[in-house]
């Protein structure tokens, strides 16, 4: 038993679930004191998002409104679904979450957080144009914050407590930056709308 958990090498530890590398290098997941072989944690998942999302306009509304995908992703987590987990285990660690969960349920081709920050700065060059070079740099650190950890990232305040955002006055200077809370809140749904523009319509509405 001692030679077995030596040989147990944790990846990943979170609510709800444990991944492995158990011998000869066979990645398992437990999930609820449950163990499951990848493929089977992949179709546990599976299973799990098909009783929560109905449809890919469901998904749409649901990733559209950041309260609501929030709470959705925290039950995912309450239930061992954890998205970060399951890109690793599909070969895609770099696929933005709306677009890991489109393909699993709809089969919709997979993007990266970075084939999605470029296409915003590539498609709406003038959003940020628009900006003096102390908002414009702000903005651009947003992206690239969305580029390493997602969409959430930029759209949780405590975002403007750490480094370059404490040279600019933390969150308080970053509203003065924009002239308003209104203004850099319109900034950072622009942002959004910019990444996921097939969400347009249903974050406008």
Not at 28 to 52: H, M, Q, S, T
Not at 142 to 161: C, H, K, M, Q, S
């Amino acid at each position: 038993m001692e030679r077995e958990i030596k040989r147990k090498r944790e990846l990943v530890k979170a609510e709800n679930l444990e991944v492995y590398i158990a011998e000869e290098g066979i990645i398992k997941a437990n999930v609820f004191g449950n163990e499951l072989l990848e493929a089977e944690y992949i179709e546990y998942c599976k299973n799990g998002l098909i009783k929560r999302v109905t449809s890919l306009n469901h998904l749409r509304k649901i990733w559209s409104d950041p309260k609501k995908r929030r709470k959705f992703k925290e039950d995912l987590k309450k239930a061992g679904i954890d998205l970060n987990v399951l890109s690793k285990l599909i070969k895609k660690p770099d696929a933005d979450e709306f677009d890991l969960l489109a393909h699993v349920l709809f089969n919709a081709p997979i993007l990266s957080r970075d084939e999605r920050a470029r296409a915003l700065l590539d498609l709406r060059r003038e959003f940020f144009e628009r900006y003096g070079s102390r908002a414009r740099e702000v903005l651009l650190e947003l992206v690239d914050r969305y580029r390493i950890a997602g969409v959430d990232e930029i759209t949780d305040p405590r975002i403007f407590r750490t480094p370059p955002f404490d040279k600019m006055g933390y969150l308080k200077g970053v509203i003065e930056i924009f002239g308003g809370l209104d203004q850099l809140k319109d900034a950072i749904r622009n942002i959004e709308l910019g990444l996921y523009p097939e969400l347009e319509g249903v974050m406008l509405s």
